[in-house]
């Protein structure tokens, strides 16, 4: 089962990027979502990307980090082949070719680039957020700009339980074929999946009897022990990710040239390129995927 | 002990889960005395979860079905305050050690109820500490509880159930999920709370040598009922009665058993439960020397 559930958790590691609060890692990780979609500008979004990269780059989480894009980013390539023949965009569409009943938009390949640019610089941020802060002080910060305390901890137990999950699907799993039971495809997994999701509900069952013994839902004030510090360093941090946010806003919002959909021209070898890249990267991630699922 | 009050007090007990036909605990009558050590003995099935589970009132206040009887600790009848309120009078240990773990860290795992309790932070650290020494798992404060072995999970549990100061700890079979050197540490410091800290401690437990010698009361349940509560030679002593209701004796009480039967060696019907206590009753007849 190794290598199915895409793995997202902190690296340890010693790096600027570690050291800083989770706070302002959270805040840029907002910001750049705010800014990813305000604006379809490929150069604007290319260049968080870039920034994005620089931040992975001096977090040392590479490998990690290319782990998870490397599910993400063939699902993402969809986008372009998706939106290359129906863009989401408003009418009238420019042909660029046509392949049969399909035809390439202009508008499309511009549509699905952008898109997939959006997502990535996205997730780029909320990774290296994510992968450069212990869990606990990510919670503990969440739950400090106001996240419930119930939700953050349905939140904790969720994540922990993916992997105990994970763990007890593959012992079964491997119990039932040393027990002769034919071991390919789904037929093989689903007898597999009752066992576990039966065993998961006396498991919420047993700790939910387990945390209420330990006063879980009391009425009463409640301490935290986690706490995070903020320095006037991440103030300042903080201070500027605002500021620099707000005037790529304001620029994004008044500059009309930002809109590239008519200017930039995709010639249609490289529209076809584009887009045959991303249909075939697609596809062959999707071998792979139900290969592995089924090998498990 | 006679003048003493009961720490745990359970009267007419009978209780019967929604939707089952028979009781799983019938007419429970037991007085439990603080610093005792208490065996619980029986099949699977008959009942000594259920009996355990009223004691911090998760009966009736989180499982459903038709409670009869009362069941009061500390003064305090589990019919009017809910499991968290006794959180600081009762701790718990479950038998399945992953299912009772949440946190991040071991110090994390502690702090939840303290949290709960509203405990100042500045306090968290040194009771985190003391109880962490206490289980001997000092130092493993920033491991994740799901990286530690079954023996070290249990001993974990027992250390989140400390942090709140109760005065009973309630285990139910911490050892059935456990390697045999977990099973000792779990024990060991199960005995060391009992004895140093006058913990009463009520654990269901089918290891019976081990029970033997660390307890000062057993009981025994078959289904739904108590039908032995005494010392352990008092209840060891009653092999068919045990025997009756499907579970062994220690080894070395059925070695004296037979020795009665096949080789007529009297025992007075106080049957060694003990291999030490075997020793100091068998050792004179082989003469020479002992102090
Ligand atoms: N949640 C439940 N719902 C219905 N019946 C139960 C439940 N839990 C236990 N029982 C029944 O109650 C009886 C006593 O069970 P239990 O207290 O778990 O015994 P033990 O811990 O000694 O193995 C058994 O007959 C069991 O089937
Ligand atoms: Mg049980």
Redesign the interface.
């Known amino acids: 089962m190794r290598g199915v559930v895409i793995p997202i958790s902190m690296v340890p590691g010693n790096s600027v990027i570690h050291r800083i609060s989770p706070l302002p890692k959270l805040l840029l990780a907002g910001c750049v979502l705010v800014l990813s979609f305000s604006t379809r500008n490929p150069a604007i979004l290319g260049a968080l990307i870039v920034l994005g990269m620089v931040m992975v780059s001096v977090a040392n989480i590479w490998k990690p980090f290319l782990r998870v894009m490397a599910i993400l980013f063939p699902i993402l390539l969809t986008l372009i082949t998706l939106q290359s023949i129906a863009p989401a965009f408003p009418r009238p569409w420019t042909p660029i070719v046509s392949m049969g009943p399909f035809t390439i938009y202009q508008e499309g390949i511009y549509s699905g680039v952008t898109m997939v640019e959006r997502a990535t610089s996205m997730t780029i941020f909320a990774l290296a957020a994510i992968m450069t802060t212990?869990?606990?002080d990510l919670?503990a910060s969440l739950q400090k700009i106001g996240m419930p305390y119930v939700l953050n901890f349905i939140l904790?137990?969720t994540l922990?339980l993916i992997?105990?999950l994970q763990k007890e699907f593959t012992t079964v799993l491997s119990a039932q074929k040393s027990r002769g039971l034919k071991g390919t495809g789904f037929a093989a997994v689903l007898p597999s999946m009752v066992p576990v999701f039966v065993g998961a509900i006396?498991?919420v069952q047993?700790?939910?009897?387990?945390?209420?013994?330990?006063?879980?839902?009391?009425s009463?004030?409640?301490?935290?022990?986690?706490?995070v510090k903020v320095s006037w360093v991440d103030y300042l941090l903080m201070l500027l990710t605002t500021f620099g946010t707000c005037g790529l806003l304001y620029w994004i919002i008044t500059d009309p040239s930002l809109d590239w959909s008519r200017t930039l021209i995709f010639a249609p070898w490289l529209a076809i390129t584009l887009f045959t890249l991303a249909t075939i990267g697609f596809l062959i991630f999707v071998i792979i995927a139900i290969r592995v699922v089924l090998r498990a | 002990m006679s003048g003493e009050k009961p720490i745990l007090e359970i009267k007419d007990l009978t209780f019967t889960y929604a939707g089952a036909e028979t009781p799983a605990l019938k007419n429970i009558n037991l007085q439990i005395f603080e610093g005792e050590y208490v065996a619980l003995l029986g099949l699977n099935g008959s009942g000594k979860t259920t009996l355990q589970l009223c004691i911090n009132a998760v009966i009736p206040h989180m499982i459903m079905g038709d409670m009869e009887g009362s069941v009061t600790v500390q003064d305090l009848d589990t019919a009017e305050y809910p499991t968290r309120e006794l959180a600081k009078i009762v701790g718990v240990v479950f038998d399945n050690p992953e299912f009772q773990l949440s946190q991040m860290s071991v110090a994390e795992e502690i702090a939840l109820g303290l949290e709960n309790l509203g405990v100042a932070v500045e306090e968290m650290n040194p009771i985190i500490h003391e109880v962490l020494d206490i289980v001997g798992l000092s130092g493993l404060g920033d491991r994740s509880p799901f990286e530690l072995s079954g023996g070290q999970q249990q001993r974990l549990s027992i250390a989140a159930a400390l942090a709140m100061r109760p005065q009973i700890l309630v285990m139910d079979e911490p050892t059935s999920n456990v390697d045999p050197i977990g099973k000792e540490e779990v024990f060991a410091v199960a005995a060391k709370l009992n004895r140093e800290r006058k913990m009463t401690v009520i654990m269901a437990e089918h290891e019976v040598e081990v029970m033997a010698a660390y307890a000062n009361r057993i009981i025994v349940m078959d289904h739904g009922e108590v039908i032995l509560n005494g010392t352990p030679t008092e209840v060891f002593s009653q092999l068919d009665v045990l025997e009756k209701a499907g579970l062994r004796v220690p080894q070395v009480t059925e070695m004296a058993y037979r020795l009665e039967h096949d080789r007529s060696a009297h025992w007075n019907s106080v049957y060694p439960v003990t291999t030490e206590e075997a020793f100091q009753r068998i050792a004179p007849l082989f003469g020479g020397k002992h102090d």
Not at chain 1, 206 to 218: D, K, N, P, Y
């Open positions: 212990h869990p606990s919670f904790t137990m922990q992997p105990i006396e498991r047993q700790l939910s009897i387990s945390l209420e013994s330990r006063a879980f839902g009391s009463g004030a409640k301490t935290s022990y986690r706490s």
